[in-house]
């Protein structure tokens, strides 16, 4: 007999008696009941990930009865899905004590996924469960429910751990511009979200361009281009100024080398930025420690992907671009990576102008740059708005 | 029956000896840059202030002063010496800054402490003077300990096993937690408000929207700090109005002669209006019992000594105190001007 079975992304989606079989189904005509979900990159449904999981899991409960359920949906959307707002049927196989007579009890408390149990009090549970005739077995099965949970948070750490973490993984990595080397005390920290903000032409990617050929020598790096200003001739450019060597063979090669290790994608909306990162997620989470790593990703620029999002409707707008900007902390903490993102600048009071996606989105960044061309010379100045050793309003003049 | 009521009546200690008990197990602490109100264990502290205001640094100071022993090795640093929790919601903590600034507090404390003894004559006692400090500060980093939650559903899940966590590290180290901080705990605020609810299978059922997320926050805290006695420190980030908003930008290019400035930047809030706009739910709102405001200032002439770092503001909006503190964010720490 089939058995339904959880699989993540597109893949197998149902397993006959130990073979993987994807187009049989079709044979069996109306025999089952098929409810199926795309939820694409097109945009239709403008909302974060979380919410389209949610959706999907009212739907799921509709379907709670039937055998067998076909879901198509991106990776990011069935994964908290099948963590927090599965029906707690699914954890029968895997938890026995998630038995019918413990599902009625919490079903009757309101209780029927993993997530429902954060949002209730389970002390009450308890103390009603103490007053069932099978009160024992349902205080184990509440303490199993609450060794899941312990599960689903990132662990605690101790402080030394903390900073043996930091000291072994969170170097710092120069970009290869003096004067921003030196204002920020070495570099782009590993592990932090910096961004870069200014008006147009003040430099903003020629300085992420700059420090893209200067890791590459020794590190992958992602780029994700969202107006079309990755240019790999100025990637030679930099890249024919550091390179010392004699031959123009052997600095061709090198060339090549290095700038194969820059990957460029280009999205032109936030989905497809989603996509993308979650596609590197899976990637960096089973590449292996040797050989040459991914250490730095590039967004350029975020404001354009956000902004369009920012404007139509205001509280999941926001939320898509806090989900971004966390999902942008995540990587780059858990798999040790440093994030450049670029904003540009809206017109503000008095006529000045400020960063924009507004006050929610100064929270994301670990720090932030403001870049402006020095008028009449070649100069550019970068000044601190934030960081988090160094006293914002510190400034210094650099070039490219 | 009537010995029953005697044994009623019979008094277990006096009311002096009740508050000298309290004040013994629950002492009143006075931490810098908060001394003007002394806080106690089972108060909840929210610190409200624009982006880049130093209010982690503030709950940074506050771990520090926490997790140093009173004592250790003849010399006193004056701390706490219990555990501390940081709970990152912002996921921005800087261990390295962390660490440097527990570094310079345990040299300070050590220099310091030399001073009218006769100084270190021999090379010998000063690498033993550095391993003590190193051993020391190895205790003290293992007394911190953090966690960092990329959603309200990890926050919550962190909260419901923070009891069993708690009692295990009594149990295992005999470690006591103190002080609870929470950096920042409107983090998931809109995230949580775009999270439309869709409540199906029954009445009873909760749906996942601000209000019952909020709602069981606050529960857990509660519930937490009936059996884990602690100091709870959150920030909070708000955006400030017209009447106090500094453009960092105009700080370094623009500027604003001080007469044309209509409003003062050293206003305190005066009415009953907060200065911000509250977001944060009822629920969160009615649990905390105090509530600071800190905001930077471009006040320059007060900052003759430290002339590279920013001074902030606090002012303190419940209990009200009808001025405001002056402090600078330096390399030891934070330290008060005025």
């Known amino acids: 007999m089939e058995r339904f079975r959880w699989r993540h992304g597109c893949e197998e989606i149902r397993e006959k008696d130990g073979k993987k079989d994807k187009g049989e189904y079709w044979h069996w005509g109306f025999e089952f009941l098929t409810l199926c979900f795309c939820f694409g990159s097109g945009g239709q449904l403008a909302t974060t990930p979380a919410v389209k999981a949610r959706l999907l899991s009212a739907a799921l409960f509709i379907a709670g009865g039937s055998d067998h359920v076909v879901l198509v949906a991106p990776y990011e959307v069935v994964e908290p899905l ?41 002390y009450m549970l308890a103390a009603f469960a103490e007053q069932d005739i099978s009160s024992e077995r349902l205080k184990e099965g509440i303490t199993q429910v609450l060794s899941i949970i312990d599960d689903m948070h990132q662990p605690w750490w101790n402080g030394m751990e903390l900073l043996e973490d930091a000291k072994r993984n969170k170097h710092v990595l120069p970009t290869g511009i003096q004067g921003i080397d030196l204002l920020l005390g070495g570099g782009i920290h590993i592990g932090q979200l910096t961004e870069l903000v200014g008006p147009s032409s003040s430099g903003k990617t020629q300085v992420c361009l700059q420090t ?125 990576l440093a994030v450049l993102v670029i904003n540009h600048t809206v017109g503000g009071e008095g006529g000045c102008s400020k960063p924009a996606l507004g006050d929610s989105w100064k929270s994301i ?36 | 029956m009537g010995s029953h009521a005697k044994s009623w009546l019979l008094e277990h200690e006096t009311a002096r000896e009740m508050l000298e008990r309290v004040q013994a197990e629950r002492p009143f602490l006075l931490l810098p840059p908060l001394h003007r109100v002394p806080i ?44 501390a929790m940081f709970i990152d919601l912002d996921c921005r903590f800087d261990i390295s800054r962390f660490s440097e600034l527990l570094n310079h507090r345990i040299m300070e404390a050590g220099s310091s402490s030399k001073v009218g003894c006769h100084k270190m004559e021999s090379e010998a006692q000063f690498a033993r003077m550095e391993h003590y400090n ?95 006695p602690m100091l709870v420190m959150a920030t909070k980030a708000v955006a400030l109005g017209n009447k106090y908003s500094t453009n960092e ?90």
């Not at chain 2, 880049?52 to 940074?60: A, C, E, V, W």
């Not at chain 2, 009891?163 to 470690?175: C, M």
């Not at chain 2, 002080?179 to 869709?198: K, T, V």
């Not at chain 2, 930047?265 to 944060?280: A, F, G, H, I």
Request: charge should be neutral; aromatic fraction near 10%.
């Open chain 2, 134 to 228: 190193e051993e020391l500060f190895a205790l003290c980093m293992k007394r911190f300990l953090y966690t960092r939650c990329y959603d309200s559903s990890e926050f919550l899940a962190t909260l419901k096993t923070l009891h069993y966590r708690l009692q295990k590290e009594r149990q295992a180290h005999g470690l006591n937690v103190h002080l609870l901080l929470i950096d920042s705990i409107g983090a998931f605020h809109w995230l949580d408000r775009g999270s439309s609810s869709f409540s199906l299978e029954g009445d009873n059922r909760k749906s996942w929207h601000l209000q019952n997320v909020s709602e069981a926050v606050v529960q857990e805290i509660r519930r937490l700090l009936l059996v884990h």
């Open chain 1, 82 to 122: 099948v963590k927090y707002m599965a029906p707690l049927k699914n954890l029968e196989t895997e938890y026995p004590i998630i038995d019918p007579s413990f599902r009625k009890f919490c079903a009757s408390h309101g209780i029927f996924s993993v997530e429902d149990f954060l949002i209730h009090d389970l």
């Open chain 2, 249 to 338: 930008l105009t700080r370094s290019y623009g500027k604003w002669p001080a007469a044309d400035n209509q409003y003062s930047r050293n206003v305190t809030s005066t009415d009953q209006k907060l200065p911000y706009r509250e977001y944060m739910p009822a629920v969160w709102q009615s649990f905390v019992t105090h509530r600071i405001l800190v905001r930077d200032t471009d006040d320059d002439s007060v900052n003759d000594e430290h002339p590279n770092n920013s001074v902030f503001l606090l002012e303190w909006l419940m209990p009200p105190v009808n001025s405001l503190d002056k402090f600078t964010v330096t390399n030891t720490g934070v330290f008060i001007l005025s």
């Open chain 1, 212 to 336: 893209a050929s200067n890791v590459a020598s020794n590190h992958m790096v992602l780029y994700i281009d969202t107006s079309n200003s990755f240019s790999p001739e100025r990637i030679a450019y930099f890249l024919g100024k550091i390179i010392d060597v004699a031959s123009a063979q052997a600095k061709n090669q090198i060339l090549q080398k290095v700038m194969s290790n820059i990957l460029c994608h280009s999205v032109f909306d936030i989905f497809a930025m989603f996509d993308v990162l979650h596609q590197l997620e899976s990637h960096l989470r089973y590449q292996d420690a040797g050989g040459c790593q991914m250490r730095l990703l590039i967004v350029d620029s975020i404001s354009l992907l956000i902004s369009p999002v920012l404007g139509s409707s205001s509280t999941q707008g926001r939320a898509l671009m806090l989900s971004a900007g966390y999902l942008l902390k995540k990587l780059a903490h858990q798999h040790n």
């Open chain 2, 40 to 83: 106690r264990v089972g108060n909840v502290v929210e610190l409200a202030g624009p982006s880049s205001s130093s209010k982690t640094h503030i709950l940074i100071q506050a771990a520090i002063t926490c997790i140093l022993p009173k004592q250790w090795n003849g010399v006193s640093y004056g701390g706490l010496g219990h555990s």
């Open chain 1, 365 to 400: 960044p670990h720090s932030r740059l403001f870049l402006s061309c020095v008028r009449g010379s070649n100069d550019y100045n970068a000044l601190i708005l934030k960081h988090p050793s160094m006293a914002s309003g510190k400034a210094a003049r650099f070039v490219i």
